[in-house]
C-alpha cells in the first residue's frame, strides 16, 4: 500500500505571495490528483494527472512532479485559495489513497 | 448537470447497521464506476469502497472488509453502501463519488454518528 505523505500539514500565507504544497509517496507512483476542501463543503477535483487543472481552476495554480514527490503550487496567493488540500493517488486494481491534508490559511 | 443525492445517515448504536444510498443524475450511471469516501470530524479524507460498472466487482479497504457491502442498481441510478457491525470510529461523513481515474463529481455527504 502506497502512503502519500503531505506538508506541511498547515500554513499561511499573505494575498500575493507564492505557496507550495508537497506530497510524498512511499513508492514511486505515475501521478497524482489534488482535491481543494472548504469547510462545510464538498471535496472539489483541482488538479489531476499531476498537471492538469480542472474546469474552472484559477490558473494561478499549477501541479507538477514524478516519482515519489509532487507538488501543488499557488502563484500569487488570494484569499478564495484559502481551503484545505489534499492529494491522492489510485493503485492497481482500484484502490485508493489520500493524502492527509494541507490546511492553507491567509494571512 | 452531474448531481450526486446520498440519504440514509443517521445517528445509529454501535453494532447495529445502516445502508446509505446515492441517487445519481445528469450522466450514464452505467458507464462509471463508482465510489463511497468518508471524512471523519476534522479528520481527512478516506477511500471506503469502489464498485465496477457492472457491479461484479468491489474493492474495500481493510478498514471496512467484511463489515461494509457497496451495490449498485444501474435501473435506477442509484449507488449503496450497507454498513454492519458499525463502530464509533465509523462515525463521518461519507460521500458518493464518481470515478473516472479520479473521484471527479461528489455528492453534498450524508452524516453518520455510531453512538450509544
Known amino acids: 500500500e502506497i502512503v502519500l505523505t503531505q506538508s506541511p500539514t498547515t500554513m499561511t500565507a499573505s494575498p500575493g505571495e507564492k505557496v507550495t504544497i508537497t506530497c510524498r509517496a512511499s513508492?514511486?507512483?505515475?501521478?497524482m490528483h489534488w482535491y481543494q476542501q472548504k469547510p462545510g463543503a464538498s471535496p472539489k477535483p483541482w488538479i489531476y494527472?499531476?498537471?492538469k487543472l480542472a474546469s474552472g481552476v484559477p490558473d494561478r495554480f499549477s501541479g507538477s512532479g514524478s516519482g515519489t514527490s509532487y507538488s501543488l503550487t499557488i502563484n500569487n496567493m488570494e484569499a478564495e485559495d484559502a481551503a484545505t488540500y489534499y492529494c491522492q493517488q489510485w493503485n492497481y486494481p482500484s484502490i485508493f489513497t489520500f493524502g492527509s491534508g494541507t490546511k492553507l490559511e491567509i494571512k | 448537470e452531474v448531481q450526486l443525492v446520498e440519504s440514509g445517515g443517521g445517528l445509529v448504536q454501535p453494532g447495529r447497521s445502516l445502508k446509505l444510498s446515492c441517487a445519481a443524475s445528469?450522466?450514464?450511471?452505467?458507464?462509471?464506476?463508482m465510489a463511497w469516501v468518508r471524512q471523519a470530524p476534522k479528520k481527512g479524507l478516506e477511500w471506503v469502497a469502489t464498485?465496477?460498472?457492472?457491479?461484479?466487482?468491489?474493492y474495500y479497504p481493510d478498514s471496512v472488509k467484511g463489515r461494509f457491502t457497496i451495490s449498485r442498481d444501474n435501473a435506477k441510478s442509484s449507488l449503496y453502501l450497507q454498513m454492519n457491525s458499525l463502530k464509533s470510529e465509523d462515525t463521518a461523513t461519507y460521500y458518493c463519488?464518481?470515478?473516472?481515474?479520479?473521484?471527479?463529481?461528489w455528492g453534498q455527504g450524508v452524516m453518520v454518528t455510531v453512538s450509544s
Open positions: 463519488a464518481r470515478l473516472w481515474e479520479r473521484f471527479d463529481y
Open positions: 464498485i465496477s460498472t457492472s457491479g461484479s466487482r468491489t
Open positions: 445528469g450522466f450514464t450511471f452505467s458507464n462509471y464506476y
Open positions: 513508492s514511486s507512483v505515475s501521478y
Open positions: 494527472e499531476t498537471s
